[in-house]
T-cell receptor
């Protein structure tokens, strides 16, 4: 069975602080994909990044960065110099190819509140 | 492409009534997913289709829920009869056959059953 755990339910920071969101996953498959989505207060789900299980290279995109570590089954997400517009719920998701037939399973989400 | 289109955006209905939610996936996408989002249970996968065929409906809560995909450009999620505990936001998403791609989500349908 696949499982995604986001232990932090809510994080509150002051603008310009860095914030790191944790994601731990469980899978028996060797081929899988990991995703981060953002859900702003308006409610839509916005894709941020994907990573496949063979690519452990970390990535930076503007103020966003991701740290993928297979050894600890973690795919953490950092927002650097946070802004009020970053306030949203962030979801980590797992797509397991063989065992789960490519379905996308989400973690419980982490609500980020950035105060001015 | 206009993205994944869901209708209606909001639905208020009385307990016991039938509710039908609609989804138009992105053209050319092979997979279609229905999710339900609540505060208590988060984002739950209800059912998903591949090339119009239901692959996994293990997330459908009970027999009151049914989903169909009569063609590649249209899917419905029906609740009959509806109950107050069905109140949630229902999302439809689609993606291509390429596993190294993300799923694109519709704007969601906020369902309130009174």
């Amino acid at each position: 069975a696949q499982k995604v755990t986001q232990a932090q339910t809510e994080i509150s920071v002051v603008e310009k602080e860095d914030v790191t969101l944790d994601c731990v996953y469980e899978t028996r498959d060797t081929t899988y994909y990991l995703f981060w989505y953002k859900q702003p207060p308006s409610g839509e789900l916005v894709f941020l990044i994907r990573r496949n299980s063979f690519d452990e290279q970390n990535e930076i995109s503007g103020r966003y960065s991701w740290n993928f570590q297979k050894s600890t089954s973690s795919f953490n997400f950092t927002i650097t110099a946070s802004q009020v517009v970053d306030s949203a719920v962030y979801f980590c998701a797992l797509s397991e190819i063989k065992a789960a037939g490519n379905k996308l399973t989400f973690g419980g989400g982490t609500r980020v509140l950035v105060k001015p | 492409d206009a993205g994944v289109i869901q209708s209606p955006r909001h639905e208020v209905t009385e307990m016991g009534q039938e509710v039908t939610l609609r989804c138009k996936p992105i053209s050319g996408h092979d997979y279609l997913f229905w999710y339900r989002q609540t505060m208590m249970r988060g984002l739950e996968l209800l059912i998903y289709f591949n090339n119009n065929v239901p692959i996994d409906d293990s997330g459908m809560p009970e027999d009151r829920f049914s989903a169909k995909m009569p063609n590649a450009s249209f899917s419905t999620l029906k609740i009959q009869p509806s109950e107050p505990r069905d109140s949630a936001v229902y999302f439809c998403a689609s993606r291509t056959w390429d596993w190294n791609t993300e799923a694109f989500f519709g704007q969601g349908t906020r369902l309130t059953v009174v």
